[in-house]
């Protein structure tokens, strides 16, 4: 491409020690910045507070789509086995008699009913899960950095994303500077 | 762990645990008089096989999350194991409470088990007489057996419409005899409360032992020993359930009959820990070792339990109902018949709809009032369901002063020790090396 140009993506700050990254993680949350993120080599207890995170809004998913599982069993099998209405002209149900049970007998259905419900509850949750965390994602800016590669290894990373409202060249890095990182680098990425 | 040398996690010498005790004994003094002066014999053998074995529950699900917690090593649990330890180390006094009970039935005082009893008692009648004839005979052999029979005829005929019913009937609990027989039940019934006191007894010591020597060592014992401990307490559980529980429908049978019995005892442990460990909290006893982390995670688990309840009981009911067979359903009609009806339904919304409602979300668990209105909720559905195992086999529903009065005596007798029990130890294992993992619990979800 002739007229590629280069575009701020995201800052990234190398902390050398969990205390440092945390209260760096404290100035940021509290700057407001909503699109930003903490990046260590393994889990660390007390970042969703020091990083203000929200409680997760998966269990919401779940819970409507396991709900609307079990709904959906309940009218399929009333439907189908019980009733001989016919709804919305899209034809009659069936009523079976089966093993001299009454067509409407509720036990029989429970298994379907509680296994629909976690079906739906199942997916719902990881490909809302997915969703959430924006996956699959095939490859993002911050992998442009070398230094990166020591998160997995011993440092600790904030990242900063441009896409923030609150971001500004000058004004972040001042803030990220502030929180006393080992380096601190602008990551650009390509544009056509 | 400057909580910790503030805070030596004891009751103390006043305030209100350490006068706890006396609630209680109060309650079971009254409670025994009532239900002494009010019952008849009959309801009284039923009465008291419900607060004994409610009790029990208590003390039987205290031992599986003890054992399953060492056999895991779990630290999420170690600052408030301490709790139900206490509540576990009263096994002896279950022991002490069920030999009156044993030995009542043994030697023909308590008649509930009456069915079973007779036919092992009179097994050859089943012999000597032809399988279809015999019917008939049945409750007229019987009628002269002994002082119980004119009830034992009128039971027979209530639920064995046709002579060829009675005699099925009959020969089911003729075959059950090599184990439905007086002596190896009283037998059964005293290796169940000895296993029961080992393994309490020795968990509890060897913790207590740990408070002052610290020795990590008693945990890798524990942990070793909790498995083969497991095993023999899933044995013995299930066999107690029928032996005591099932067996009051002499010829009804189901295999998943303990599960249900151990899931309940699950719920109402766990249901009793966050209820003595809110009240620890709330005055400060035991400062931050048990704090909203560990309530969430104990709650967690109360409500996987009560779904695990409604499962296995809902696997028994409707494998069941869809084979239609009589001598299965029987445990079932008893149930649902002459006003229990209600009750099953309440124990579908009380102990399941209930709890999984309200006790679904994250913030339900961690709102700390309302986990404790839902914990007595649940102990109080799990009383009932215990109640609705035992008492449709006296009658229809009907609460009796006796029947309260025997729960509380035994309940009340049990609880006295383990409040005692509670005001002379540490409120949390202090010598137990994962401790200060469990101190720094954290639900990241």
Same mark, same amino acid.
């Given at each position: 491409m002739a007229n590629q140009t280069k575009q701020p993506a995201l800052y990234l700050a190398e902390y050398g020690t969990p205390n440092t990254i945390a209260k760096a993680a404290m100035k940021v949350r509290d700057a407001g910045y909503q699109k930003w993120d903490c990046h260590t080599p393994y889990a660390m207890h007390g970042m969703d507070e020091a990083m203000g995170l929200k409680p997760t809004r998966i269990g919401v998913i779940s819970f409507i789509f396991g709900m609307l599982g079990l709904a959906t069993a309940v009218f399929m099998m009333q439907y189908t086995n019980a009733f001989s209405f016919n709804l919305l002209n899209i034809g009659a149900g069936y009523p079976l008699v089966v093993?001299? @049970? %009454? %067509?409407? *007998?509720?036990p029989p259905m429970v298994p379907i009913i509680f296994e629909l419900g976690i079906l739906l509850c199942g997916l719902a949750t990881l490909f809302g899960l997915l969703y959430i965390i924006k996956l699959p994602m095939h490859n993002h800016p911050i992998f442009e950095s070398e230094r990166f590669e020591a998160a997995s290894d011993d440092r600790f990373f904030i990242s900063i994303e441009a896409g923030d409202q609150k971001f500004d060249l000058e004004r972040t890095k001042a803030l990220l500077e502030a929180t006393d990182p080992i380096s601190l680098e602008l990551i650009e990425e390509e544009v056509q | 762990m400057t909580e910790a040398n503030k805070n030596d996690y004891r009751v103390g010498d006043d305030g209100f645990w350490s006068r706890a005790w006396v609630a209680p004994l109060v309650l079971a003094i009254a409670g025994g008089l009532v239900a002494v002066l009010t019952a008849d014999a009959d309801r009284l053998g039923y009465a008291y096989l419900f607060g004994l074995f409610t009790t029990a529950t208590f003390m039987l699900g205290g031992i599986f999350l003890v054992l399953v917690q060492f056999l895991t090593a779990s630290y999420w649990g170690v600052s408030s194991r301490r709790i139900v330890e206490v509540v576990m180390s009263g096994a002896p006094v279950v022991a002490l409470l069920a030999l009156p009970f044993i030995g009542g039935v043994a030697l023909g @005082? #308590?008649? #509930?088990?009456d069915e079973w009893q007779s036919v092992a008692a009179h097994g050859d009648h089943v012999d000597a007489h032809g399988t279809v004839e015999l019917g008939a005979s049945v409750a007229q052999a019987q009628g002269h *057996?002994? &002082?119980? &029979?004119?009830d034992e005829a009128a039971h027979e005929e209530e639920h064995s419409h046709t002579p060829q019913e009675a005699a099925l009937h009959h020969e089911i609990l003729s075959k059950k005899t090599a184990y439905l027989n007086t002596n190896g039940w009283a037998a059964r019934g005293i290796g169940y409360l000895i296993v029961w006191c080992l393994i309490a007894l020795a968990y509890f010591g060897w913790s207590r032992r740990q408070d002052d020597d610290r020795d990590p060592r008693h945990t890798m014992r524990m942990q070793r020993l909790a498995a083969p401990g497991l095993i023999l307490f899933a044995c013995t559980l299930t066999f107690a359930a029928f032996d005591w529980l099932m067996s009051l429908e002499a010829a009804w049978f189901s295999t998943i009959f303990g599960v249900i019995i151990f899931a309940g005892s699950a719920v109402a442990i766990l249901a009793l820990t966050i209820l003595i460990g809110l009240s620890l909290y709330k005055r400060g006893l035991v400062g931050d070792a048990i704090n909203v982390e560990h309530f969430h995670d104990l709650s967690r688990l109360m409500f996987g339990f009560a779904c695990f309840w409604t499962y296995v009981h809902f696997s028994q009911w409707m494998l069941i109902w869809y084979a239609g067979i009589p001598e299965e359903a029987t445990w079932f009609h008893r149930r649902w018949e002459g006003g229990w009806q209600f009750v099953a339904y309440l124990l579908l919304f009380g102990h399941f709809v209930a709890p999984f409602i309200l006790l679904m979300s994250r913030v339900q668990k961690r709102a700390l009032p309302w986990l404790q209105v839902m914990c007595f909720w649940v102990i109080l559905m799990h009383i009932v369901d215990i109640y609705w195992f035992i008492m449709p086999q006296a009658g229809g529903f009907h609460v009796q002063l006796a029947d309260i009065g025997a729960l509380l005596f035994v309940g009340g007798t049990f609880f006295a020790y383990v409040f005692w029990q509670l005001g002379r130890v +540490?409120?949390? %294992?202090?010598? &137990? +090396?994962r401790l200060q993992r469990s101190l720094h619990l954290h639900q990241i979800y």
């Open positions: 093993g001299g @049970k %009454p %067509p409407g *007998a509720f | @005082k #308590i008649n #509930i088990y *057996a002994g &002082d119980h &029979d004119g +540490p409120l949390v %294992p202090v010598g &137990d +090396p």
